[in-house]
């Protein structure tokens, strides 16, 4: 017996890919009177490897995956114009950051099908910053190393994935509009930073500390039916802390879940329905899902406000997210989300009117000049400072580094001169910022940090998205919009103009504090690569390109970065073999469920297994729950992409290959009552072989109601 989701394959060859092209060009449909856009939008499936894999974003050795909570996905959105003559694809993804070597693969690949038709230019992949997905898939080598290196598997799924979403979307293309409308979202965001938010001098025109605003763009055909819909909302995807060890798309991924069962019908197969909602990740840089502040885990008092430490310790400094545990906090701030979106999408009216254009450029951020108050000043090469390395209050950091210090550490800066000492000029530039990683003049065996980074501008008429390479703080985001607006408006843009920030797009270049935020050095500083004058660089050049972008201009492309994924050194070690007990398969059950549940009890069943690195299942499932029919037929009901359920693999033998799915349903209020069976599939490997595909099925058990 095989999963029942069928998985799907890039199978086009390359005539074909050019006749589809040429197809698409002539053929594609024209907007009539009543709409304003040709609209397309797809999602697929971006999981990756579901076991030993380090999760990106907390930079945490031991926390690797060992399962699965919900599945991962790509959004792509297509929009062209009336006349079919400009277009540009926004994707979000469900992954902790955009990166080059992403961008850089899939433009090989869309190019391979589409020609020409789809570039750096009118490509922008922003990330959802979700801290549970699997790591290793950027390009430069400090973001490695806590996988141990380039994990080639987490990066082909997510570069496949996002390809087959845009190709569906591509595919999917059909005469529309779009409105926009936006809100104010409480009590689902604090400032994790507020001490260095306190240093900025403009801090008295906003009312809070970080950004409340809700921006959405909503999507839809002729006869006014939904396509789907994007919203930006700063909040850092951290919901689900560092212990977890289950792939999730923490609370933007959720809440996209919410939408999508909303629009396309409770129980539709996640990423199976028309509807696509991406929850977008915004200027977020200091913003915590962690509502109820930060505590010292030993006493239970609030850690100390400047430097985030308990006793001088920032280890034991931690968010508190709002929920009892971190599932229930993803789901609060989740539905927080959910629900403001749907009620802004309901009410959206004000219609977008105009062009589609884009303006993108690579940026060499390592030494932009440019003129601040009267006087010349300029980038840096990268470097991470100390307060970097003391971690945040949604992931403390190690060693007793702590945040808000700008004096050097004796011990640490002999530690780092014997990796590489930083020159006097590099020093310089970064004060007061203490240099732990020098990393912008450390290239073996490739470089660490980036230095050209892809900068872009979006327009759909009066809307503008600005994808940026990073993760802007709350009053840097502000100053940053606030900069592009006024430029578009006095280039002729109407009053009405909306910019929106989409971070971590297509290079991930860490932080950008204010200058006042920099010199206080807490992690957001630390983390501020490109050192004090960095804000302000790129407001310069987003200025230069919002211009060209009202005017008509062209933008000059700048220095192409080079992809160096053939050169990045690879983990994770291959699985050399799965094995089970002796009178035992593949696919038995080692612990099966009851025989009746009812309402909020959790149904539990353990199958032998074999590693989930041996097939991801790509579009697929690790597990179905199955309800019996009345003609005595089986349908799934559950994948591994719902909420409620859960899948856990652990080795029991390292050395035999010995494994265990533990696989968990929650039954809610909402399931009918009736009889299941829970079904594991998966692949298992003998040694010098391929992996083989297996299946097992726990007992018929009850559910009342």
């Given at each position: 017996?095989?999963?029942?989701?069928?998985?799907?394959?890039?199978?086009?060859?390359?005539?074909?890919?050019?006749?589809?092209?040429?197809?698409?060009?002539?053929?594609?449909?024209?907007?009539?009177?009543?709409?304003?856009?040709?609209?397309?939008?797809?999602?697929?499936?971006?999981?990756?490897?579901?076991?030993?894999?380090?999760?990106?974003?907390?930079?945490?050795?031991?926390?690797?995956?060992?399962?699965?909570?919900?599945?991962?996905?790509?959004?792509?959105?297509?929009?062209?114009?009336?006349?079919?003559?400009?277009?540009?694809?926004?994707?979000?993804?469900?992954?902790?950051?955009?990166?080059?070597?992403?961008?850089?693969?899939?433009?090989?690949?869309?190019?391979?099908?589409?020609?020409?038709?789809?570039?750096?230019?009118?490509?922008?992949?922003?990330?959802?910053?979700?801290?549970?997905?699997?790591?290793?898939?950027?390009?430069?080598?400090?973001?490695?190393?806590?996988?141990?290196?380039?994990?080639?598997?987490?990066?082909?799924?997510?570069?496949?994935?996002?390809?087959?979403?845009?190709?569906?979307?591509?595919?999917?293309?059909?005469?529309?509009?779009?409105?926009?409308?936006?809100?104010?979202?409480?009590?689902?965001?604090?400032?994790?930073?507020?001490?260095?938010?306190?240093?900025?001098?403009?801090?008295?025109?906003?009312?809070?500390?970080?950004?409340?605003?809700?921006?959405?763009?909503?999507?839809?055909?002729?006869?006014?039916?939904?396509?789907?819909?994007?919203?930006?909302?700063?909040?850092?995807?951290?919901?689900?802390?560092?212990?977890?060890?289950?792939?999730?798309?923490?609370?933007?991924?959720?809440?996209?879940?919410?939408?999508?069962?909303?629009?396309?019908?409770?129980?539709?197969?996640?990423?199976?329905?028309?509807?696509?909602?991406?929850?977008?990740?915004?200027?977020?840089?200091?913003?915590?899902?962690?509502?109820?502040?930060?505590?010292?885990?030993?006493?239970?008092?609030?850690?100390?406000?400047?430097?985030?430490?308990?006793?001088?310790?920032?280890?034991?400094?931690?968010?508190?997210?709002?929920?009892?545990?971190?599932?229930?906090?993803?789901?609060?701030?989740?539905?927080?989300?959910?629900?403001?979106?749907?009620?802004?999408?309901?009410?959206?009216?004000?219609?977008?009117?105009?062009?589609?254009?884009?303006?993108?450029?690579?940026?060499?951020?390592?030494?932009?000049?440019?003129?601040?108050?009267?006087?010349?000043?300029?980038?840096?090469?990268?470097?991470?400072?100390?307060?970097?390395?003391?971690?945040?209050?949604?992931?403390?950091?190690?060693?007793?580094?702590?945040?808000?210090?700008?004096?050097?550490?004796?011990?640490?800066?002999?530690?780092?001169?014997?990796?590489?000492?930083?020159?006097?000029?590099?020093?310089?530039?970064?004060?007061?910022?203490?240099?732990?990683?020098?990393?912008?003049?450390?290239?073996?065996?490739?470089?660490?940090?980036?230095?050209?980074?892809?900068?872009?501008?979006?327009?759909?008429?009066?809307?503008?998205?600005?994808?940026?390479?990073?993760?802007?703080?709350?009053?840097?985001?502000?100053?940053?919009?606030?900069?592009?607006?006024?430029?578009?408006?006095?280039?002729?843009?109407?009053?009405?103009?909306?910019?929106?920030?989409?971070?971590?797009?297509?290079?991930?270049?860490?932080?950008?504090?204010?200058?006042?935020?920099?010199?206080?050095?807490?992690?957001?500083?630390?983390?501020?690569?490109?050192?004090?004058?960095?804000?302000?660089?790129?407001?310069?050049?987003?200025?230069?390109?919002?211009?060209?972008?009202?005017?008509?201009?062209?933008?000059?492309?700048?220095?192409?970065?080079?992809?160096?994924?053939?050169?990045?050194?690879?983990?994770?070690?291959?699985?050399?073999?799965?094995?089970?007990?002796?009178?035992?398969?593949?696919?038995?059950?080692?612990?099966?469920?009851?025989?009746?549940?009812?309402?909020?009890?959790?149904?539990?069943?353990?199958?032998?297994?074999?590693?989930?690195?041996?097939?991801?299942?790509?579009?697929?499932?690790?597990?179905?729950?199955?309800?019996q029919q009345t003609g005595g037929d089986w349908k799934v009901f559950r994948t591994d992409a719902f909420w409620d359920t859960r899948f856990h693999w652990a080795h029991t033998s390292t050395f035999s290959g010995e494994s265990l799915a533990t696989i968990m349903w929650d039954i809610d209020a909402t399931v009918p009552a009736g009889t299941y069976r829970i079904c594991h599939y998966g692949y298992q490997k003998s040694l010098f072989e391929t992996p083989k595909p297996f299946n097992g099925t726990s007992s018929a058990f009850k559910v009342a109601m």
């Open positions: 017996k095989s999963s029942p989701i069928a998985s799907e394959a890039l199978t086009d060859t390359m005539v074909s890919n050019v006749i589809l092209c040429l197809l698409a060009l002539t053929l594609a449909p024209r907007v009539d009177a009543s709409a304003n856009y040709l609209i397309g939008a797809g999602i697929y499936d971006i999981t990756g490897p579901a076991a030993e894999v380090n999760m990106m974003g907390y930079a945490m050795l031991k926390q690797l995956t060992n399962g699965i909570h919900f599945r991962l996905f790509s959004r792509a959105f297509v929009v062209a114009d009336a006349q079919n003559k400009s277009r540009f694809a926004f994707v979000s993804i469900d992954a902790c950051m955009g990166s080059q070597s992403i961008k850089l693969q899939v433009l090989k690949k869309l190019e391979g099908i589409y020609g020409s038709l789809y570039t750096a230019a009118n490509v922008a992949i922003s990330a959802t910053h979700t801290h549970s997905g699997p790591g290793g898939y950027l390009q430069y080598l400090l973001f490695d190393i806590t996988s141990l290196g380039f994990v080639n598997g987490s990066l082909e799924v997510i570069v496949d994935g996002i390809v087959e979403s845009i190709r569906m979307a591509h595919n999917r293309l059909q005469p529309g509009n779009i409105f926009f409308n936006n809100g104010t979202l409480l009590e689902a965001n604090i400032n994790r930073s507020p001490s260095a938010y306190e240093y900025n001098p403009d801090k008295e025109h906003y009312e809070y500390n970080v950004d409340k605003q809700f921006v959405l763009l909503k999507m839809v055909d002729e006869q006014g039916h939904g396509i789907g819909m994007i919203n930006w909302f700063a909040v850092h995807g951290t919901s689900m802390n560092n212990t977890n060890g289950l792939i999730s798309g923490d609370n933007k991924g959720y809440a996209s879940f919410l939408m999508e069962q909303h629009m396309n019908g409770i129980g539709t197969m996640p990423g199976q329905g028309p509807f696509v909602a991406a929850f977008a990740q915004s200027n977020l840089g200091d913003v915590t899902p962690n509502t109820r502040g930060a505590f010292c885990a030993d006493t239970g008092l609030p850690c100390d406000y400047n430097h985030s430490t308990c006793n001088g310790k920032n280890e034991l400094c931690r968010g508190i997210g709002p929920g009892k545990d971190m599932f229930e906090s993803t789901e609060i701030i989740a539905r927080k989300q959910f629900d403001i979106a749907l009620e802004l999408y309901n009410a959206a009216n004000i219609p977008v009117v105009g062009p589609v254009d884009f303006r993108q450029a690579y940026v060499n951020m390592s030494n932009y000049t440019l003129e601040v108050d009267g006087k010349m000043v300029h980038t840096c090469p990268s470097a991470m400072g100390e307060a970097f390395a003391a971690g945040t209050t949604d992931g403390p950091g190690a060693f007793n580094f702590i945040q808000n210090e700008t004096q050097d550490n004796p011990f640490w800066d002999a530690v780092r001169d014997l990796i590489k000492a930083p020159s006097d000029e590099q020093v310089k530039c970064h004060h007061p910022k203490p240099i732990l990683l020098d990393t912008g003049e450390m290239h073996k065996p490739y470089d660490w940090q980036p230095s050209i980074v892809d900068t872009q501008l979006l327009r759909i008429g009066q809307f503008v998205i600005a994808p940026v390479p990073g993760e802007f703080t709350s009053m840097s985001g502000r100053r940053f919009r606030y900069a592009v607006n006024e430029t578009l408006k006095a280039a002729g843009f109407p009053g009405n103009t909306q910019v929106v920030i989409a971070g971590l797009a297509n290079t991930y270049a860490d932080y950008i504090t204010t200058f006042e935020e920099y010199a206080v050095q807490r992690y957001e500083a630390g983390s501020t690569i490109f050192g004090p004058h960095t804000l302000n660089a790129y407001i310069d050049h987003y200025k230069k390109m919002a211009s060209d972008l009202a005017t008509g201009r062209a933008t000059p492309q700048g220095p192409t970065p080079e992809n160096l994924v053939s050169i990045e050194i690879p983990f994770p070690r291959p699985v050399l073999w799965d094995s089970h007990p002796f009178g035992k398969d593949f696919g038995d059950v080692n612990m099966d469920v009851n025989a009746n549940y009812k309402v909020n009890e959790t149904v539990t069943v353990q199958f032998w297994s074999g590693n989930p690195r041996n097939n991801l299942m790509t579009n697929s499932t690790f597990l179905t729950v199955e309800q």
